[in-house]
């Protein structure tokens, strides 16, 4: 009787079971596939930089890495003129390594230079 009801029978099922077998594999519903363009999109599009470490070679001295003296430079600014490393805009550091020094320029500014040693 329930055959009759749902109009399904058992050469109904049969046929069903041909049909999906002939397709293949199941096809994914299309917002899955959106969402997987979408995932590799974002993730070609965020590459990773790299930070290469510098390194001064002196004769008598220790090697010294280029992100030191920029850190010693930026210090000796704000000592010198009373202000804050946020207020750092632009920064030039001239390096002389016959004396043992580095020269700098903050925000393009007469009044940014220095001298830090080495």
Same mark, same amino acid.
């Given at each position: 009787? @329930?055959?009759? /009801? @749902?109009? #399904? @029978?058992?050469?109904?099922? =049969?046929?069903?079971?041909?049909?999906?077998?002939?397709?293949? *594999?199941? %096809?994914?519903?299309?917002?899955?596939?959106?969402?997987? $363009? *979408?995932?590799?999109? &974002?993730?070609?599009?965020?590459? /990773?930089?790299?930070?290469?470490?510098?390194?001064? +070679?002196?004769?008598? %001295?220790?090697? #010294? +890495? @280029? *992100? !030191?003296? =920029?850190?010693? =430079?930026?210090?000796?600014?704000?000592?010198?003129?009373? %202000?804050?490393?946020? !207020?750092?805009?632009?920064? +030039? $550091?001239? $390096?002389?390594?016959?004396?043992?020094? &580095?020269?700098?320029?903050?925000?393009? !500014?007469?009044?940014?230079?220095?001298? $830090?040693?080495?």
């Amino acid at each position: 009787m @329930t055959e009759k /009801k @749902t109009g #399904i @029978t058992e050469n109904t099922v =049969v046929e069903t079971e041909k049909k999906t077998k002939k397709a293949g *594999r199941p %096809r994914k519903p299309a917002a899955e596939k959106k969402t997987a $363009v *979408r995932k590799s999109t &974002a993730a070609k599009a965020e590459p /990773k930089m790299m930070h290469p470490e510098v390194f001064l +070679q002196l004769n008598d %001295r220790e090697d #010294i +890495q @280029t *992100r !030191d003296i =920029v850190a010693a =430079v930026k210090k000796d600014w704000c000592e010198k003129n009373g %202000r804050e490393e946020k !207020d750092i805009e632009s920064l +030039q $550091v001239y $390096v002389k390594p016959f004396e043992y020094a &580095a020269y700098y320029v903050v925000n393009g !500014d007469v009044d940014g230079t220095g001298k $830090v040693e080495l």
